[in-house]
């Protein structure tokens, strides 16, 4: 188990520079998941820590040990591939095995640890056979167990969820988590699945072209968003963000259909703001006191099940979404209807920045 | 009848007359070599007769076409094993890195495949004579490299490149060298095609008649294209032995044939891995 820090990273490939003078510290013992869109780095910041790549400018330290030029094999990072990577011609006993016996683990203690890892993992009834005489799951937990068997300090996961179905996906999710608990390995796990970014994380890292948006515990972006960025790609369905235009001086927002006081000690405000809050923290109907109103005609109600999606459009084009519970009959195609929202759930972002504007 | 059946009895006539074409050569080749001298040229053909195997006898007597063929195998076997030994790892060097020039050096390998023989052959020749290597089985086998290595090169770099890079890194970080990955991952997982490309090489290496013909002639060093060839010279031939003998020298290339015949009919992308 170690603590890992990314310090002051950069990676290009000719001219196009993949992480921009990245910073990120892993406790030991931590659960951090990357996050962010395909193509923002998030997968080459995870091979640079395993190895596979070398950093442009920039220093990573495993346990204390700058580690930023040593070969793979002697950094003591086991990794999850996401297509599995299992050796096609070795048996599932074998795959575990060979890591241990290149590192020169006796044959006993490999035997006992292949039996605790296959037990933990329960892949025991599958140890003789290949890997191509296995589903999908059973990959997963196979190449699992082989970076677990070599308890390794670091272990790195590569979108390994992508690859199985939606259902096992979620059964997985709480394996790995279970997994984590019992052995307390430092995991760094990439994903672009918000979802599952929230619901494994210790921490989250948001990143976006190169760079971090935010570090946070799950609640901390999920309530506090950083940036107009992490507020959009955090949360489904996503946070309802209204373009506005503010003038200067006033106390409170005033535009089409919004009314929404600003607290004093956020200041002065920029001239263009998006106005941000979750469906779920709107209730229907008048606004009291230190409240926010929004006012719009309902366009169009989507019936989903146990909930309604409701789209509301607002008088100067923009468009609120918000779910509300199944049998709610307020919310009629083409009428007006109003949104009340309690103070302490606006966000503010200066939309020229995107920097989240905050008391 | 409707059109559909039609069309398809006109497809299996079409494939029948083809495959007569191609088969009738073996036919009248084995046919041939059972019949007697008197036999091989009665007109109309005799279809019917009592197998006799006096042009087998005479080949393997007189021609020591037993002994040419040993000759034919330990060249092969030679300048396969050669060929693979040092082809495979320049294939691999070319599938997996990226270094100046390694896309011309991979052309050049291809276009040493179309290399005209006779062109090497000379120089060739010179030099094995001054060291005095005519006769001798290794020259063969270091010829032969001319074309084994480029074909085996050729057909394994898209075999390589077929294994995920991933595996290479799961073993790397697994604490395997890179040497160590290509002989424990990698080429396991290429034995297919490696076969395939060793037994195409093969092929072409025991056909050869021009290198074998000119740089191993003697009676106890040539091979068997080269015995063929010599029953050519005379004022008679004898067709019995003739036959006799290419029965002997194309049943080992039919079987290699047979034997891989359904990946060159995928057209050599055999899946590795998958």
């Known amino acids: 188990m170690a603590q890992i820090a990314i310090d002051g990273v950069t990676k290009r490939y000719g001219a196009t520079e993949v992480l921009k003078r990245l910073d990120l510290t892993v406790a030991e013992g931590e659960f951090m998941v990357l996050l962010g869109p395909s193509g923002c780095g998030k997968t080459t910041l995870l091979r640079m820590i395993a190895g596979l790549e070398t950093p442009s400018t920039g220093r990573i330290l495993i346990g204390g040990t700058d580690v930023t030029l040593t070969p793979p094999a002697r950094r003591d990072v086991g990794m999850v591939f996401q297509s599995y990577a299992l050796y096609p011609h070795m048996t599932v006993r074998e795959n575990i095995a060979l890591g241990l016996k290149l590192r020169g683990v006796t044959q006993a203690e490999i035997a006992s640890r292949i039996e605790r890892v296959a037990a933990l993992v329960q892949i025991a009834p599958y140890l003789e056979r290949k890997p191509k005489a296995l589903s999908g799951g059973q990959r997963q937990r196979v190449a699992l167990a082989r970076v677990i068997a070599r308890e390794p300090s670091v272990s790195l996961m590569d979108e390994p969820l992508s690859n199985i179905d939606a259902q096992l996906r979620t059964v997985m999710r709480a394996e790995l988590l279970r997994i984590h608990r019992k052995t307390g390995m430092t995991t760094i796990y990439v994903t672009h699945d918000q979802e599952e970014a929230m619901g494994l994380g210790d921490r989250i890292t948001v990143m976006n072209f190169g760079h971090v948006e935010q570090i946070g515990t799950p609640d901390e972006i999920y309530a506090r968003p950083a940036n107009a960025f992490v507020a959009r790609f955090i949360g489904a369905p996503r946070m309802n963000l209204i373009r506005l235009a503010h003038r200067p001086g006033a106390n409170a927002i005033e535009a089409a259909g919004i009314r929404a006081p600003v607290p004093a000690t956020l200041g002065t405000l920029p001239p263009d703001l998006f106005l941000g809050f979750r469906g779920e923290e709107a209730r229907p109907g008048a606004a009291h006191d230190g409240e926010a109103t929004i006012e719009g005609v309902v366009d169009v109600v989507e019936h989903l099940g146990a909930q309604i999606e409701v789209h509301l459009r607002l008088d100067d084009g923009e468009e609120a979404v918000f779910r509300r519970p199944r049998g709610e009959t307020i919310w009629h195609e083409g009428e007006r209807a109003a949104l009340a929202i309690p103070a302490a759930h606006l966000h503010l972002f200066n939309a020229e920045t995107g920097a989240a504007l905050r008391a | ?274």
Request: zero cysteines.
């Open chain 2, 1 to 274: 009848m409707t059109r559909h059946k039609l069309l398809s009895l006109g497809h299996g006539l079409f494939l029948a007359f083809i495959a007569l074409i191609i088969i009738f050569p073996f036919y009248w080749m084995i046919a041939s070599s059972l019949k007697t001298e008197n036999q091989i040229f009665q007109l109309p053909p005799v279809w019917l007769f009592k197998p006799h195997f006096a042009s087998y006898a005479a080949a393997i007597v007189n021609d020591h076409i037993l002994r040419a063929l040993l000759n034919s195998l330990i060249v092969t076997v030679g300048a396969v094993a050669l060929g693979v030994a040092v082809g495979a790892p320049a294939a691999y060097g070319l599938a997996r890195y990226t270094f100046r020039g390694s896309s011309q050096i991979q052309f050049w390998y291809v276009t040493n495949w179309m290399l005209i023989p006779v062109v090497v052959l000379i120089p060739f020749y010179l030099l094995a004579a001054n060291l005095r290597l005519i006769d001798n089985p290794i020259t063969l086998i270091l010829i032969y490299q001319t074309f084994v290595v480029p074909l085996v090169v050729w057909l394994l770099v898209d075999q390589f490149r077929a294994v995920p890079i991933a595996l290479e890194e799961a073993a790397l970080l697994d604490g395997m060298s890179k040497f160590g990955i290509f002989l424990r991952i990698t080429l396991p997982l290429t034995v297919p095609g490696i076969t395939v490309a060793a037994i195409l090489a093969g092929i072409f290496a025991w056909n050869d008649l021009l290198y074998a013909f000119i740089l191993s002639p003697g009676t106890d060093a040539r091979t068997a294209p080269t015995v063929m060839m010599s029953y050519l010279g005379g004022y008679i031939i004898p067709w019995g032995r003739v036959m006799a003998s290419a029965v002997m020298i194309t049943g080992p290339v039919v079987i290699g044939g047979i034997a891989i015949h359904k990946y060159i009919a995928r057209g050599l992308t055999l899946g590795a891995v998958k």
